[in-house]
């Protein structure tokens, strides 16, 4: 499908380079790509937002752990992880 854009000199200038150094045939395919690129970050953003929605329902109904339990358990499990890298703990 055919669309006119505004670009600012910048941009232009730049998808221009690209095109020049051979990365791109045309800036049209400079901006498929950019467009491509957003689509995906915007897509990977979702499916983190939602794996975080999920998680905090989760945490909402699992069992609840005060601070200074979590703070054992984290450094019980830092010594660990040391030990097996033969690091002190």
Known sequence: ??????????QYAFAR??????RYSSVSSVLQQGLDLLRGRLDGEELERAALR????????G??????EMER???????????????PS
């Open 17 to 22: 380079t690209l095109v020049d150094a051979g």
């Open 54 to 61: 999920e998680l905090l329902a989760r945490r909402r109904e």
């Open 73 to 87: 358990r984290l450094s019980r499990a830092i010594a660990a992880k040391r030990r097996s890298h033969g690091l």
């Open 63 to 68: 069992e609840f752990v005060p601070a200074e």
């Open 1 to 10: 499908m055919k669309s006119s854009v505004s670009l600012t000199d910048e």
